[in-house]
């Protein structure tokens, strides 16, 4: 029997986000960018991957409701990247993703530097 | 050589959890799911990276669930934090509840321990990697 699932009793009741359905991102994944992510880290437990997954739903949910309101004030109904930019320049917590979304700094320069300061 | 999808993940599965919270006319442009993979793998190494300083402090080698916990609200993700805290909870029971349940036909490993290998088992197969689950 797959260990993956003996995992559908707890993942099917109580879910976080109160929906169910298969299970989004894969785990052996999710360990490998863990395990990129530094030389300290060797040993992750069964649980850490699976409860990164459910991290990342809601991360991403997140991340892609407050893009979905700069397309909206944009008036358009196509999410663009730029508004995943806008997004982050805009959210405290989303501070670590401004070098990512705004890699040349360009028209938010002053948006951009004035997170950055306030962050130090 | 490095696959650069390795450091990914796979753009079907978040444009899904994309399309899922917006309302259904709305579109996302592949660049914006590829900015989200992006986003979504920072994520991960900045909180695994958290969650593996506090291990290394504390003299312990392996990352769990409630580092991921603490990393989380650590940095500000609060609400994120609560969620995982009650679904970590939920997979320790579970845990806990097979490894007594197995006990009796051969020595278990203590319920406090879960190991690599689960995840290693579950992973075998890069296919074979997503969880399916089912409503009971």
Known sequence: MRQAGAYSGILSGGGISGRTGPHLLPLARIKKIMKKSSVDVKMISGEAPLVFSKACELFIEELTKRSWNMTIQGKRRTLHKEDVASAVATTDVFDFLIDLVHPNASGDVELDEEHVEQKQ | MVDEHDKLLPIANVGRIMKQILPPTAKISKEAKVRMQECASEFISFVTGEASDKCHKQNRKTLNGDDICWALASLG?????????????????????????????????????IHEEHVDEAAAGSSNSLIRFHLK
Do not use: G, M, T
Request: proline share 3%; with cysteine.
């Open chain 2, 77 to 113: 993700f609060d609400n994120y934090s609560n969620a995982i805290a009650n679904y970590s909870n939920k997979l320790r029971d579970f845990e806990r509840e097979k490894a007594s349940a197995s006990s009796s036909v051969a020595c278990a490993a203590p319920a406090s321990q």
